[in-house]
């Protein structure tokens, strides 16, 4: 129940498209959904987040979608650029405590020129 | 911008020896927590640590694992003796609250360790 499962494992995306990963989870109680970006070598980075009173947000060309009712979340990001090209995961918490992040198994987005 | 500073970057060791792997938070946060995550799989949670005691910690974190914030700056992960399954990359991270919207963790760019 504690796990977000995440989809595709790996994507390919022509520059100027749109790269879109989806996500489930199953834990009711998790309501804060981050989005994290990952380069190789590097830790995973704070991209973007959304919480369930929320159905989309958006920043810049990164939007997240929230359906509450069927516990998904996707990421779209709009224009992809080469320099997207990282590993996407995302992750879910609970907003109260000392919260822990469950990650998604990541998906590796390449951008093609 | 404040990071979450990670040391050594790589660490090798052999089988059975006792390994410790520090970090530096972010100064002005409060909670700290360590990750890792196996060459190609998803990033997992270790442990918690707050006020200078262990919040919660995963059923990976078992009494081989011990944390310790041993001054104002530092936050370190200590593997009593280490298995070939210990091999990955492990993940400090540090929030300035636990809860709203200051629970944003902050990754460092994690250690690597290999055992042989």
């Known amino acids: 129940q504690q796990q977000v499962k995440q989809s595709p494992q790996s994507l390919i995306v022509q520059k100027g498209g749109i790269s879109i990963i989806n996500c489930a989870y199953e834990?009711?109680?998790?309501?804060?959904f981050p989005w994290y970006q990952q380069f190789p070598g590097k830790g995973p980075a704070l991209l973007i987040a959304?919480?369930?009173?929320?159905s989309e947000k958006k920043e810049g060309r990164f939007t997240i979608s929230f359906n509450k009712s069927a516990k998904q979340f996707s990421l779209h990001i709009m224009d992809s650029q080469p320099g997207d090209s990282a590993t996407y995961f995302c992750?879910?918490?609970?907003?109260?405590?000392?919260?822990?992040?469950?990650f998604g198994t990541g998906t590796k987005l390449q951008v093609i020129p | 911008e404040p990071e979450v500073t990670q040391t050594p970057s790589h660490q090798v060791t052999q089988m059975g020896q006792e390994v410790i792997l520090r970090c530096v938070p972010i100064?002005?946060?409060?909670?700290f927590y360590w990750y890792r995550q196996i060459l190609g799989q998803k990033v997992e949670f270790l442990v918690s640590?707050?006020?200078?005691?262990?919040?919660?910690k995963s059923e990976i974190f078992d009494d081989q694992f011990s944390v310790e914030r041993p001054d104002g700056s530092n936050f370190t992960l200590k593997i009593r003796s280490t298995k070939l399954e210990d091999s990955a990359m492990y993940f400090c991270?540090?929030?300035?609250?636990?809860?709203?919207?200051?629970?944003?963790?902050?990754f460092g760019a994690g250690t690597r360790l290999s055992v042989l």
């Open positions: 992750a879910a918490s609970t907003a109260w405590g000392y919260q822990k992040v469950t």
């Open positions: 640590f707050y006020n200078n005691e262990i919040s919660e």
């Open positions: 991270a540090s929030s300035e609250e636990g809860a709203g919207a200051k629970n944003i963790q902050y």
């Open positions: 959304i919480r369930p009173d929320v």
């Open positions: 834990n009711t109680a998790f309501d804060y």
């Open positions: 100064s002005n946060h409060l909670y």
